[in-house]
C-alpha cells in the first residue's frame, strides 16, 4: 500500500488527536518496522494496518502513545514476518533488503545509521524473528524490557535472553571498523571513478582484501547468483562490466540506508542502485539492486528516525 493510505505530516484541514499522534510518530513507526522487514512495501503495510488499530483506540485508556504504537507495529511486522519468510524462500536469485535514499543528516546519528545500513539489515536476517525484533526494539530504539514482552508476547525474563543471544549473535557478525565521513567520501569518490573507468588497479586500491559484492535481480534484470569475495575477483568483475558499458550509463553519488552509495541510470531510466559499506578507508561491501520492483524509493528521500 501506499503512504497516502496512512495519515502524513501534509494532511490538510483540522486534525484529530489520534491523527496528531500517529503522524507525529510515523517516522519512528516505519524505521522499526523497515528494520524488522527489510522491505519498504511492506513497512508501509505494517503503517496502514497500525494505523487502522490505533484509530479505533480509546486515547484516554492509552498512558503511553509512543510505546502503544510501537506495540501494534510490532506484531504487524512478526505477522507480515512469515508471509515475507515464504516470499523469500520462492524469490529467484539473492535476496538484498530494499534500499532507501536517505539524507546526508542521517549518517551523522551513526546508530540509526548503522542500524538501517545493507550490511546490518543482512546481519538481522540471520536472527529468529523474535530475537529480531527484540534486538531492533532494544538496541536501536531503546525500549524497556516490559515494553518489548508487551510487544512480542513474552515475559520480560524471555525478553532479557533473547535481546542477550541476540546482541551476541549480531556482534560477531556485525561489520567493523570506524571510519571518518571524509574517509568515507574519499573512499567512495574512487570506487565511483574506478567502476566508471574499469581501471582494474584503480579498483584493487579501493577495495579490501575480503570485499564482498552481492547483487538481486529478482529473476527480472541481471544479476550475480552467488557472493563474490574478494579485490582481485571484485576488481575483475567491475572493469569486466557489471553495467552495461554500451549505453548512455551515468553513475551519482547517493546516500544509501544512512550511508555511501551509487546511483545509476541506464539510458536516462534508473537501473540500480549500489550500497557500499567502507572500513578502514576501503569499500569491504559492494550490494547491488537491480529489482525493478525495489527501486521506488530511490527516487525520493525516505525519512528514518529514532
Known amino acids: 500500500m501506499s503512504e497516502r493510505s496512512t495519515p502524513t505530516t501534509g494532511t490538510a484541514g483540522p486534525v484529530d488527536p ?12 516505519f524505521t522499526v518496522a523497515y528494520e524488522m522487514l527489510g522491505s519498504a512495501a511492506d ?7 497500525t494505523w487502522l488499530r490505533w484509530s479505533g483506540v480509546d486515547l484516554g485508556t492509552v498512558r503511553e502513545p509512543r510505546a502503544y504504537l510501537v506495540r501494534i507495529a510490532t506484531r504487524q511486522a512478526l505477522d507480515r514476518m512469515r508471509v515475507l519468510g515464504r516470499r523469500k524462500e520462492s524469490y529467484v536469485g539473492p535476496w538484498l533488503p530494499e534500499p532507501l535514499l536517505t539524507a546526508p543528516d542521517v549518517a551523522e546519528d551513526v546508530e540509526l545509521a548503522e542500524s538501517v545500513s545493507m550490511a546490518m539489515l543482512l546481519v538481522l536476517e540471520t536472527l529468529a524473528p523474535v530475537e529480531r525484533a527484540v534486538f531492533v526494539l532494544r538496541e536501536v530504539f531503546a525500549l ?9 508476547g513474552k515475559s520480560p525474563t524471555a525478553v532479557r535472553q533473547l535481546a542477550y543471544r541476540a546482541r551476541a549473535h549480531v556482534a560477531a557478525r556485525r561489520p567493523r571498523g570506524d571510519v571518518s565521513p571524509a574517509q568515507t567520501r574519499a573512499a567512495l569518490q574512487a570506487f565511483q571513478r574506478a567502476v566508471e573507468t574499469g581501471e582494474l588497479q584503480q579498483l584493487l ?3 579490501a582484501p575480503d570485499v564482498v559484492a552481492l547483487s538481486d535481480g529478482g529473476g527480472v534484470r541481471h544479476a550475480l547468483l552467488r557472493p563474490v569475495v574478494g579485490a582481485d575477483r571484485v576488481a575483475r568483475l567491475l572493469a569486466g562490466g557489471w553495467w552495461k558499458r554500451d549505453a ?59
Open 18 to 29: 489520534a491523527t496528531q499522534v500517529f503522524v507525529a510518530h510515523r517516522n519512528l513507526l
Open 248 to 306: 548512455d550509463r551515468t553513475v551519482e553519488p547517493v546516500h544509501i540506508n544512512g550511508g555511501p552509495g551509487l546511483l545509476v541510470r541506464v539510458d536516462g531510466e534508473i537501473d540500480g542502485v549500489v550500497a557500499v559499506r567502507v572500513e578502514n578507508g576501503r569499500v569491504t561491501g559492494a550490494y547491488h539492486v537491480r529489482n525493478p520492483e525495489k527501486l521506488s524509493r530511490v527516487a525520493r528521500e525516505t525519512t528514518v528516525s529514532r
Open 43 to 49: 513497512a508501509e503495510d505494517v503503517l496502514q494496518e
Open 205 to 207: 586500491d579501493v577495495l
Open 144 to 152: 524497556g524490557y516490559d515494553e518489548i514482552a508487551d510487544a512480542v
